[in-house]
């Protein structure tokens, strides 16, 4: 017989989540953030470091990746430092909480992918996503799918970084808007009741 879950551990609430955890945290580093998908600015404005573009999705031709002092043609154009969260790995079941609980705690990975202008802004993002998703920090989790304006908190006090792995890697071969990738995997634990 199957089991059904909390339909509000979405991959779509997952994502956006962890992607808005990961703005709110640039934000108070003193970046902009540019929301490609919906065309909204968030930060304090000029005052700023620079602007970081996330995207539902990252560009699959590397042409439509352009450096900061470039100006877009078409919408589909972005701009560095970019950065995109999807889901890695579908959320697994890893234990029951107690003995005839309906409680479990899962595990889902989601992966921070971007591209950077130069080296130095290369190791600035992988360190600050270091920083901002350290093991044991939570996660607030809301439910877009509910409620995409102003959302309902699903969970916060159980739902950590597990651990992560930052992975930067350079193309010298590619153009520069290209050259600076990073791939960040965040593991996140949080316990989910069969109803």
Do not use: C
Not at 46 to 66: H, N, Y
Not at 85 to 103: F, K, M, S, W
């Amino acid at each position: 017989m199957s089991q059904a879950y909390n339909t509000k551990y979405t991959d779509r609430n997952f994502t956006v989540s962890v992607a808005g955890y990961f703005a709110n945290q640039l934000v108070a580093s003193n970046w902009n953030v540019y929301w490609q998908g919906t065309n909204v600015t968030s930060g304090i404005g000029s005052g700023a470091q620079g602007t970081v573009t996330i995207v539902p999705e990252m560009p699959q031709e590397p042409e439509l990746i352009i450096l900061p002092k470039s100006t877009p043609k078409t919408q589909q154009e972005v701009i560095v430092p970019v950065f995109a969260v999807h889901i890695l790995e579908q959320p697994t079941e890893e234990i029951r909480v107690g003995l005839g609980d309906a409680e479990f705690r899962n595990r889902v990975i989601l992966v921070i992918e971007g591209f950077t202008q130069d080296k130095a802004s290369h190791m600035a993002f992988a360190t600050l996503i270091r920083t901002y998703f350290r093991p044991e920090f939570r996660i607030p989790i809301y439910d877009w799918e509910g409620n995409s304006v102003t959302p309902n908190l699903i969970d916060y006090a159980n739902t950590y970084v597990d651990h992560r792995q930052i992975e930067r890697a350079e193309f010298p071969d590619l153009p520069q808007p290209v050259r600076y990738y990073i791939n960040a995997a965040i593991s996140i634990v949080y316990f989910d009741t069969d109803i």
